[in-house]
Each structure stands twice: as structure tokens, then as C-alpha cells.
T-cell receptor
Framework: QQQVKQSPQSLIVQKGGISIINCAYENTAFDYFPWYQQFPGKGPALLIAIRPDVSEKKEGRFTISFNKSAKQFSLHIMDSQPGDSATYFC??????????????FGAGTQVVVTP | ETGVTQSPTHLIKTRGQQVTLRCSSQSGHNTVSWYQQALGQGPQFIFQYYREEENGRGNFPPRFSGLQFPNYSSELNVNALELDDSALYLC?????????????FGPGTRLTVL
């Protein structure tokens, strides 16, 4: 059973547009929420991550918004570029050292950026 | 470049056979986690190895087993292969005990079970 629910399954955005991907979770013990980017034939690579003590984190064109009360978080990709075309996964884990590395992933969102 | 390597890249087996996949962790990392990624799905946590012992397991049957060696490299063994075991198997290394330390994923091994 999916502990992290991700939507949409896919999206197409024009170059320069904004891509928005949403995730929801149930387990209130989760306290680390990373986003991974995966290109075909490659393993996932960490894009950006957030902890629940902040509501937003921005790194370059990528922003995570976090709503603890709603148990939701989202990834915004600003000024989308064709090189951003990839599959994006949200994930969650508990933050204690014993739980580190045991990520629960969403099902993924395939993003296609058209020229 | 993450430094996590996996072998082989691709593998074809038949139902009922056994398979061993290998992972070399990034230098300085002491923990390896294994994930199964079915086509079109997110990775599912199989188990984690730390100090050569299993340190947590996801919802996978005992025919999925592993090893970690003193150099922190790891193996994933799957016995009695089933068709549904066809997937990309990913390993990720990290440094346990360092809170919020990043996990680095390898490129994966694509297993096809016929």
C-alpha cells in the first residue's frame, strides 16, 4: 500500500512554464521529504528536500512547499526547460538515524517540457 | 557522479531460478539500501544493511535476502524467481547516524524473469 500518494501521473508543460507536482502522506511520523529526479536508464538523484519545521524551501528553479496540517507537499519547477524532462518522485522517511535510508516513494510523475 | 555501482546492468532469468545482484557503495558510506522499481512505479524499499546486518525490511518475502561485506558492498539474492520479480533493482548508499544524510542511488540492474 502506497504510503505516499503522488499526482499527477504525467504532465506536459511548455518551455518557460511552471510544473507543479503534489504529494500527500498519512504517517505523521514522517519528518523528511525529499524529491528525486530520474532520467531513463539512471538511478534517482536527489533534487531537493525539506523538513517539516519549514513551510517552503527553494533551490534555484525548484521549490518545495510543505503543509504539515494537510499532510501535503509539492514541488514547483519554475521556468521549465527541456532538460527538466524526467520522472519526478516524492518520498518520505522518518528522521531518526535508525530510520534513515528507508524511503517511501510516490508512484512518480513523468514531466515532458516542450520547446 | 554518485560513485554507487551495480552489476550486472541487465539480467534475464527464468521462473524458479535464483539471482544475485551486486552493489558497491560510495566511498565513506556504511549503509546500503535496496529498492525494487517495477515499470512505471516508484521504488519500493526491500531492506537495508548496516554493519553487515539487516537493519529493517519492507514488505518483501524471505526469498529476498542480502549480504553486506566488510568493505560495505552488498548483494541482493532472490530465490525462486517469479514473473512479478521483473523490475529495476536499485541500491542506494548512505552514512547511517548522520541525520538527513543524502542517499546516493546506483543506476540499477534491470531483471527480466521469463
Amino acid at each position: 500500500q502506497q504510503q505516499v500518494k503522488q499526482s499527477p501521473q504525467s504532465l506536459i508543460v511548455q518551455k518557460g512554464g511552471i510544473s507543479i507536482i503534489n504529494c500527500a502522506y498519512e504517517n505523521t511520523a514522517f519528518d523528511y521529504f525529499p524529491w528525486y529526479q530520474q532520467f531513463p536508464g539512471k538511478g534517482p538523484a536527489l533534487l531537493i528536500a525539506i523538513r517539516p519545521d519549514v513551510s517552503e524551501k527553494k533551490e534555484g528553479r525548484f521549490t518545495i512547499s510543505f503543509n504539515k496540517s494537510a499532510k501535503q507537499f509539492s514541488l514547483h519547477i519554475m521556468d521549465s526547460q527541456p532538460g527538466d524532462s524526467a520522472t519526478y518522485f516524492c518520498a518520505a522517511s522518518m528522521g531518526s538515524p535508525d530510520s534513515w535510508g528507508k524511503l517511501q516513494f510516490g508512484a512518480g510523475t513523468q514531466v515532458v517540457v516542450t520547446p | 557522479e554518485t560513485g554507487v555501482t551495480q552489476s550486472p546492468t541487465h539480467l534475464i532469468k527464468t521462473r524458479g531460478q535464483q539471482v544475485t545482484l551486486r552493489c558497491s557503495s560510495q566511498s565513506g558510506h556504511n549503509t546500503v539500501s535496496w529498492y525494487q522499481q517495477a515499470l512505471g512505479q516508484g521504488p519500493q524499499f526491500i531492506f537495508q544493511y548496516y554493519r553487515e546486518e539487516e537493519n529493517g525490511r519492507g514488505n518483501f518475502p524471505p526469498r529476498f535476502s542480502g549480504l553486506q561485506f566488510p568493505n560495505y558492498s552488498s548483494e541482493l539474492n532472490v530465490n525462486a524467481l517469479e514473473l512479478d520479480d521483473s523490475a529495476l533493482y536499485l541500491c542506494a548508499s548512505s552514512l547511517l547516524g548522520v541525520t538527513y544524510n543524502e542517499q546516493f542511488f546506483g543506476p540499477g540492474t534491470r531483471l527480466t524473469v521469463l
